[in-house]
């Protein structure tokens, strides 16, 4: 088997390793495709070390087939299709024993924490997996996991039908929680700088806002009527992202936080004091979520394939994590775990 290793320093290697055995209880799975996001980009950027201690193997958002079972497993069978929420949670701490177990004060998140999908087989708990729809491709599926994160972020927002709702920020994530929260029967409006992102979400029927050449405040005052939007989510991950979203508000609107901001951020306390905003966390998803999202793919509901922008054999993924940084007419990449020609097989 093969694995693509992050060793540190804008660095990923393919390399060739013994397959581990199966413990009890695991699952080992022959990985189809696996997604790069945003946080697979943190820790290319080194911005992770200090929790990824290279050698690592990265990737969360996967599918795949069944390719063997442990001991202790049942229910699955060699040539299911399946993907892995990848969320290792302890049982015990304040967190999980409130239910909130997605939220785990001792997270393995794995792919980050432990080793992910970036290889030709894996290995993981049967606990995690997901039942794929035999229809579902698998390329498609492996947006799976992001699509889940929109569900919960939606659902955090408590997204009411008829009610308007600004993303900032229009990459993969930014673009599926718009076709959620769109789904739930919200107007939405995505405000994006980049052209290639804004050209993605046009296509998919969604109305734009151009941030570089437009004052967002303004757009939104016109679209409101003055009022400012119910919902904002923050997607952009960008001090500017953050005042625009804020300063969009209606009275109690609420402002759900998706990204990842690597650094605190200032916030105008005062326009939450003055219009009783609400400040929402969102993080990762319950079951519930991954299922909903299963859901939503299988229908159809999820435009998977525009927003796959390409897909690199496993030899090469260097350069598609390269493609991903560089951000140039790129939204998703996958990675095909099985095409490793260049590197040879073990």
């Not at 979520?289 to 229908?299: N, P, Q, S, T």
């Amino acid at each position: 088997m093969h694995q693509a290793t992050y060793t540190g320093g804008r660095t990923v290697r393919v390399q060739p390793v013994r397959p581990p055995a199966l413990p009890p209880g695991h699952v080992r799975i022959e990985v189809a495709y696996t997604g790069i996001c945003g946080t697979d980009l943190h820790v290319f950027h080194g911005a992770m070390d200090a929790r990824v201690r290279p050698p690592a193997v990265l990737g969360h958002e996967m599918s795949g087939r069944v390719a063997e079972l442990g001991a202790d497993v049942d229910g699955w069978r060699p040539g299911d299709p399946v993907t892995v929420m990848p969320l290792g949670s302890c049982g015990d701490c304040p967190a999980c024993r409130a239910g909130h177990h997605h939220v785990c004060h001792r997270m393995n998140f794995i792919g980050v924490d432990s080793d992910g999908s970036m290889q030709t087989s894996w290995s993981v708990p049967a606990e995690l997996l997901v039942a794929l729809p035999d229809g579902l491709r698998l390329d498609h599926a492996a947006l799976l996991e992001p699509t889940a994160v929109a569900v919960h972020d939606v659902n955090r927002a408590g997204v009411r039908a008829g009610e308007k709702a600004l993303v900032v920020g229009g990459g993969p994530v930014g673009l599926l929680i718009a076709t959620v929260a769109r789904r739930a029967g919200a107007e939405v409006r995505v405000s994006e700088p980049d052209a290639h992102r804004r050209a993605v979400a046009e296509e998919l029927g969604l109305a734009t806002i151009d941030p570089v050449h437009t004052d967002v405040a303004t757009v939104v005052t016109e679209w409101t009527g003055g009022a400012g939007v119910p919902i904002a989510f923050e997607v952009s991950g960008a001090a500017p992202g953050v005042a625009a979203a804020v300063d969009c508000m209606a009275v109690r609107g609420r402002l759900v936080m998706v990204a990842i901001h690597p650094t605190p951020r200032a916030i105008d306390l005062h326009r939450f004091f003055w219009r009783e905003l609400t400040l929402i966390g969102a993080r990762l998803y319950r079951r519930t979520d991954f299922e909903a999202a299963v859901r939503l793919l299988g229908a159809g509901h999820i435009p998977a394939e525009a927003l796959i922008s390409r897909i690199e054999p496993l030899h090469r993924v260097q350069e598609a994590f390269s493609a991903v940084d560089s951000g140039d007419g790129v939204m998703k990449v996958l990675i095909d775990c099985q095409d490793v020609a260049e590197a040879g097989r073990s």
